[in-house]
Structures are given as structure tokens and as C-alpha cells.
């Protein structure tokens, strides 16, 4: 799965995720990639959020859309909304993956509950950085 | 005006640590970079974040090393199957394909979607009409196949005939 999350100029902040699924998957199975909520979400109001991971469990626990109502309903940043569902929500329910996010300021969060997720992140003054393991 | 950003995420399917190799992990460091460059290229521009995370999955899908368009995991039948969505966070305006095979961009497909239908997502023939009527480039199988992800489709199947049970959560990634 492939993913991107941004915040341009203007405090727009937008989401976008592809994937081809899991290797041998059964056919016709999908997973969070294209429902929204799940592995894809953006709203200016809280954050853009793109998905990696166990699928099923990321739509069980609608893990986009969770870390956007953990700030707006209570008041979380976007770093503890988005480690408190990849670290918990997800992690303590057989949920292995990550999920990168922005919010409307440019803040980037990238937690992951696994070995590695291969990622990578550049902000205005141009620092790109990508990393695969911790 | 405020300050732009961009992350990427680029899994690569059925990837163990034990497997990777010095010139993959090259590969993928570069495959992220070009990935940062697309979007960072239109955000440095004054595009739109919508435009630069397009833009950014594009690259990922045009990247074989990645599990994503071109270099797709295969299905148990020996097929590819591509979802992809992608969403505005200042309209909510979303677009979700699932499921297609054909285009080689399916997130361009997804923004279709989004752009030129009432709908957020579509699956099967009409997904694909939708991205034929927004003249999206197409491609053949031979576009999309790698010999990776066969081998490791291969791989997969031949343990699960063997009655193997695989808990490595890896192989439940996309």
C-alpha cells in the first residue's frame, strides 16, 4: 500500500491512498485503502490520514476517521490522536501497520506499530527525509 | 499563508526484513524520494495539497518496487486487483475505486471518480468507464506484472498448501 498526506499553502490539507492488497488475497476482498474513514481521510478541521496495515482491522476500528474525532471532540494533538490508535487501538487488536497524517498547521505524524514502514516526509524548508525501520 | 508538508508511505506487499538487501533498501529510500519530489515540486508551487498527494501516489504507482499500480501483489487466482481513494480535506469531497484492473494510475481513477461523478466510490466495469471517459491512460498486464510479486505469490501458496500457518503480520500488509 502507497500513501500520501499534505498541507499546502492555503491550510488544505488532503489525503490519497493505493494499494494492490495482500499477497494471495481472495478475490473481490478490499480493505481500508479505499474506504474512506478508514485508510483514507481528510478534513481541514482535524487532519489528512493515509493507512498502511492489517486491513480488516483498520475498518473494524475505523482508524482515519478515529485519529480526525480524537481532535475535534477531544482536543488531542494530531501526534497523540494518531499514536493512541496506531498504538492501541490497533496494536492491541492484532492491528500491525502505521498510518501517516497531517493537520492544517503541516504538523506530520508517522507512528507505526510494526517491524518498519517504509516512509518519508519534507516540509517548507526542504528537509526530505525517508526512512524504512525506526 | 502557511507552511506546506508532505509525508509518503510506500509498502512494498510481502517484504521480510531477512529479505532486504542493500541495493532494495537503496531502491525504496530512492522510490520515497521521488515520491516526496512530485508533491513537494506542486506544494513549492502554490499547488494544491489535493494535486501534490496525486501526484505523490502516482510516483508510488509508477515505482515497481512498490505494492501499488505497476509491481501490485497478485490474488490468490493469480490476478491484480487495485483500490485506491483519495479525499479533500476542504471539501470532503472523496473518490474510492476498488477492486480494478486497467488503469496506471488508479489513483487518478479514484479522483475521477471524485471529479466527475455523484459518487464516492465505484467498483468493477463502471469504475473503469469512468476512467476511460477521463482519458486516463490504460496499460496491458505485462505493465503491471513483476517477477517479485509472482515469486512471492508462488511463495505463499506453496505454504499454504503445505498447511503452514504463517503469524508473520507482515503478510497482511498491502
Known sequence: TVGAVACDTHGTVAAATSTGGMTAKLPGRVGDTPLIGSGTFADNATCAVSGTGHGEVFIRYTAASEIAARMRHAGQSLEDAAAHVVMHDLAENDGSGGVIAVDAKGNITMPFNCDGMYRGRVTQDGAFETFIYR | ?174
Open chain 2, 1 to 174: 499563508m502557511k507552511r506546506f508538508s508532505l509525508a509518503v508511505h510506500g509498502g512494498a506487499g510481502t517484504i521480510l526484513k531477512a529479505n532486504l538487501t542493500p541495493e532494495l533498501e537503496t531502491g525504496y529510500h530512492a522510490g520515497l524520494r521521488a515520491a516526496l519530489d512530485a508533491g513537494h515540486a506542486i506544494l513549492a508551487a502554490g499547488g494544491s495539497a489535493l494535486d501534490a498527494v496525486t501526484a505523490a501516489v502516482c510516483a508510488l504507482e509508477d515505482e515497481p518496487l512498490f505494492n501499488a499500480g505497476r509491481g501490485a501483489v497478485f490474488t490468490s487466482d493469480g490476478k491484480q486487483e487495485m483500490d485506491a481513494a483519495v479525499m479533500d480535506g476542504a471539501t470532503r469531497a472523496a473518490g474510492a475505486v476498488g477492486g480494478i484492473f486497467g488503469p496506471r494510475n488508479p489513483i487518478r481513477a479514484a479522483r475521477a471518480v471524485m471529479e466527475h461523478t455523484d459518487h464516492v466510490m465505484l467498483i468493477g466495469p463502471n469504475a473503469l468507464n469512468v476512467a476511460h471517459a477521463a482519458d486516463l491512460p490504460f496499460a496491458e498486464p505485462d505493465y503491471f506484472f513483476t517477477q517479485a510479486r509472482w515469486d512471492a505469490l508462488q511463495s505463499t501458496l506453496e505454504m499454504r498448501s503445505e498447511g503452514c500457518e504463517d503469524d508473520d503480520p507482515a503478510r497482511r500488509h498491502g
